[in-house]
């Protein structure tokens, strides 16, 4: 019993430098449709961004809702097509979009409660956070963003709620369109200026040997990005994340996480000790 207590408060010291950096500062979570749907995953996530509210961060989630739109377009008998990544939304597509964006907005602001936290959906037309353009006049209805309410956000934040946003934008006529939420995650973070930036996602960060999960890389700057692209050991959809994580890290964002979201409690143990558990990103420093 002694020997637990005693590492129980090894695990707490361990975690106070982290936490003295990280008071008051804005941490930008991505959270991937697959994590969504898995209750137990879901919860981990949650309970994590709620403790992390509760000792001075600022947490923003951002969520993706992928799965549930395609179950639901099936179940309407509409084709489900995408181009470059990309879900092609055409006005009927858009409606089942914004429903089940709404709903699992909706899903993780309870849940966030239900935890003891507390939150605040940010779905347009009520709680617009991001502005942006249509993508490509072939996606249809797709968005890309342009600008975030920073004023809107940080109020949230900085007064006990965590601000949850959907993978939506809205352009300047009040058009709301769908819109990638990795995308919505690195413009949060940009126009944030967040201290970090963490991707929950399906795999547990950058591995050399993309079937062999020993094969995680730690650390990484961008020079090492760029190098590991180019010789082909980042490859496929993970070469379009690491190309925009850059781009947030050279805009200002401190530092980005790839982590693994089924790994029980993820989130803390990527932040708070010095192993992390996923990959982390961060400009190489300047000669």
Same mark, same amino acid.
């Given at each position: 019993? %002694?020997?637990?207590?005693?590492?129980?408060?090894?695990?707490?010291?361990?975690?106070?430098?982290?936490?003295?950096?990280?008071?008051?500062?804005? $941490?930008?979570?991505?959270?991937?449709?697959? !994590?969504?749907?898995?209750?137990?995953?879901?919860? /981990?996530?949650?309970?994590?961004?709620?403790?992390?509210?509760?000792? +001075?961060?600022?947490? %923003?989630?951002? #969520?993706? !809702? &992928?799965?549930?739109?395609?179950?639901? $377009?099936?179940?309407? =008998?509409?084709?489900?097509?995408?181009?470059?990544?990309?879900?092609?939304?055409?006005?009927?597509?858009?409606?089942?979009?914004?429903?089940?964006?709404?709903?699992?907005?909706? #899903?993780?602001?309870?849940?966030?409660?239900?935890?003891? &936290?507390?939150?605040?959906? $940010?779905?347009?037309?009520?709680?617009?956070?991001?502005?942006?353009?249509?993508?490509?006049? +072939?996606?249809?209805?797709?968005?890309?963003?342009?600008?975030?309410?920073?004023?809107?956000?940080?109020?949230?934040?900085?007064? +006990?709620?965590?601000?949850?946003?959907?993978?939506?934008?809205?352009?300047?006529? +009040?058009?709301?369109?769908?819109?990638?939420?990795?995308?919505?995650?690195?413009?949060? !973070?940009?126009?944030?200026? !967040?201290?970090?930036? %963490?991707?929950?996602?399906?795999?547990?960060?950058?591995?050399?040997?993309?079937?062999?999960?020993?094969?995680?890389?730690?650390?990484?700057?961008?020079?090492?990005?760029?190098?590991?692209?180019?010789?082909?050991?980042?490859?496929? =959809? $993970?070469?379009?994340?690491?190309? /925009?994580?850059?781009?947030?890290?050279?805009? &200002?964002?401190?530092?980005?996480?790839?982590?693994?979201?089924?790994?029980? #409690?993820?989130?803390?143990?990527?932040?708070?000790?010095?192993? &992390?558990?996923?990959?982390?990103?961060?400009?190489?420093?300047?000669?």
């Amino acid at each position: 019993m %002694v020997d637990d207590a005693t590492r129980k408060a090894k695990v707490l010291i361990e975690a106070l430098p982290f936490l003295k950096r990280f008071h008051h500062q804005f $941490m930008i979570v991505k959270l991937g449709g697959e !994590a969504i749907e898995d209750p137990v995953v879901l919860d /981990s996530l949650l309970t994590d961004l709620v403790w992390l509210e509760q000792v +001075g961060v600022s947490p %923003v989630l951002v #969520h993706g !809702a &992928g799965k549930s739109i395609t179950r639901a $377009m099936e179940q309407a =008998g509409l084709p489900v097509t995408f181009h470059q990544g990309r879900r092609v939304t055409d006005a009927a597509t858009m409606r089942i979009v914004a429903r089940e964006v709404e709903r699992v907005n909706a #899903h993780i602001v309870a849940r966030l409660f239900d935890l003891g &936290g507390a939150a605040i959906g $940010m779905c347009p037309p009520r709680h617009p956070a991001v502005t942006g353009k249509v993508l490509d006049p +072939g996606l249809g209805l797709v968005g890309q963003p342009i600008a975030i309410d920073r004023e809107r956000i940080v109020r949230y934040a900085t007064r +006990g709620l965590i601000p949850i946003v959907p993978p939506l934008s809205v352009d300047a006529d +009040g058009q709301v369109m769908n819109t990638n939420a990795d995308d919505i995650a690195l413009a949060v !973070a940009t126009g944030m200026k !967040a201290e970090k930036l %963490v991707f929950c996602s399906s795999v547990p960060g950058v591995l050399t040997d993309p079937k062999d999960p020993a094969t995680r890389l730690s650390s990484l700057t961008d020079v090492d990005v760029r190098r590991l692209v180019a010789n082909g050991t980042i490859q496929g =959809g $993970m070469i379009p994340k690491v190309e /925009s994580c850059l781009g947030a890290l050279e805009a &200002g964002v401190r530092k980005i996480h790839i982590v693994g979201a089924g790994m029980p #409690h993820a989130l803390l143990l990527e932040i708070f000790t010095a192993e &992390g558990i996923g990959t982390e990103l961060h400009l190489a420093p300047h000669p």
